[in-house]
């Protein structure tokens, strides 16, 4: 099982590259006042912090922010990343760590099963860090995946189609590539326009063949992708980032 945008293979929790991948440059120090959601707290500056490289599960939001808070709850914390400029809303997007701990927060989110690997981590060790935790709790069964249903079947365009507007996991055999115009599509039905699909922009064709997978190459393939639904006809999920796509078998 690849995970493709990882340079990294996915590895263990107990792995040198867990301790190491997200250890970007520090953003600053504080600690923790409220916790406002899954993946958002307020340290006692003020400073509103969003932990990046994770979305939450929303059928487990609740036990998701109760996780957050068993975490991080009047805690110290380094705040680290690439960049350090807040979002639109002032919240300042960070890898998050407790004193002591190379293991960042969202790590420790993912092994619970409270939330998904977002996928769009650009730094491929961090990103192996993420996808390998989220991989241990489905392994495990913990939290969101003792529920089947947390990974969409691409046969089942209905269920698909109820989590709209929401980050979603879904997988299937990829039964065509056909491109229209400037999008490739990743068909999973042989109805285009009722069928779930996979949309990918013309831009992103060379991140593909640079990480040695031609989108051609997923024809026949059982993948798994992850992203936000939108309703097109069918179901679609867009592909931003060669990591959304993890191939886990040929059919």
Same mark, same amino acid.
């Given at each position: 099982?690849?995970?493709?945008?990882?340079?990294?293979?996915?590895?263990?929790?107990?792995?040198?590259?867990?301790?190491?991948?997200?250890?970007?440059?520090?953003?600053?120090?504080?600690? +923790?006042?409220?916790?406002?959601?899954?993946?958002?707290?307020?340290?006692?500056?003020?400073?509103?912090?969003?932990?990046?490289?994770?979305?939450?599960?929303?059928?487990?939001?609740?036990?998701?922010?109760?996780?957050? !808070?068993?975490?991080?709850?009047?805690?110290?914390?380094?705040?680290?990343?690439a960049v350090d400029a807040p979002?639109?809303?002032?919240?300042?997007?960070?890898?998050?760590?407790?004193?002591?701990?190379?293991?960042?927060?969202?790590?420790?989110?993912?092994?619970?099963?409270?939330?998904?690997? =977002?996928?769009?981590?650009?730094? =491929?060790?961090?990103?192996?860090?993420?996808?390998?935790?989220?991989?241990?709790?489905?392994?495990?069964?913990?939290?969101?995946?003792?529920?089947? =249903?947390?990974?969409?079947?691409?046969?089942?365009?209905?269920?698909?189609?109820?989590?709209?507007?929401?980050?979603?996991?879904?997988?299937?055999? +990829?039964? =065509?590539?056909?491109?229209?115009?400037?999008?490739?599509?990743?068909?999973?039905?042989?109805?285009?326009?009722?069928?779930?699909a996979v949309t990918i922009s013309?831009?992103?064709?060379?991140?593909?063949?640079?990480?040695? !997978?031609?989108?051609?190459?997923?024809?026949?393939?059982?993948?798994?992708?992850?992203?936000?639904?939108?309703?097109?006809?069918?179901?679609?999920?867009?592909?931003?980032?060669?990591?959304?796509?993890?191939?886990?078998?040929?059919?």
């Amino acid at each position: 099982m690849a995970l493709i945008a990882l340079a990294t293979a996915l590895l263990p929790a107990s792995a040198p590259a867990t301790a190491t991948g997200c250890m970007f440059e520090p953003q600053g120090e504080g600690r +923790v006042a409220a916790i406002i959601d899954v993946r958002t707290f307020r340290l006692e500056d003020g400073r509103e912090v969003r932990l990046a490289g994770i979305e939450p599960a929303t059928e487990n939001t609740a036990q998701g922010a109760a996780a957050l !808070t068993a975490i991080l709850a009047g805690r110290d914390v380094t705040l680290r990343g690439a960049v350090d400029a807040p979002d639109r809303y002032g919240r300042q997007p960070a890898f998050v760590f407790l004193a002591g701990s190379e293991i960042p927060v969202q790590g420790q989110l993912l092994a619970r099963g409270v939330a998904f690997f =977002s996928a769009n981590v650009a730094a =491929s060790e961090c990103a192996a860090v993420l996808a390998s935790a989220e991989a241990e709790a489905r392994q495990a069964k913990n939290g969101i995946w003792t529920d089947p =249903s947390a990974i969409k079947n691409s046969e089942s365009s209905g269920d698909i189609l109820s989590e709209v507007g929401r980050f979603t996991v879904v997988e299937g055999r +990829v039964m =065509s590539v056909r491109q229209a115009g400037a999008t490739t599509y990743l068909n999973f039905g042989r109805n285009w326009t009722r069928d779930f699909a996979v949309t990918i922009s013309r831009r992103m064709i060379a991140s593909f063949e640079a990480a040695g !997978t031609p989108l051609k190459s997923f024809e026949n393939k059982r993948i798994r992708v992850r992203g936000w639904v939108e309703a097109r006809g069918g179901p679609r999920i867009e592909v931003l980032r060669v990591g959304q796509i993890e191939t886990i078998g040929e059919n």
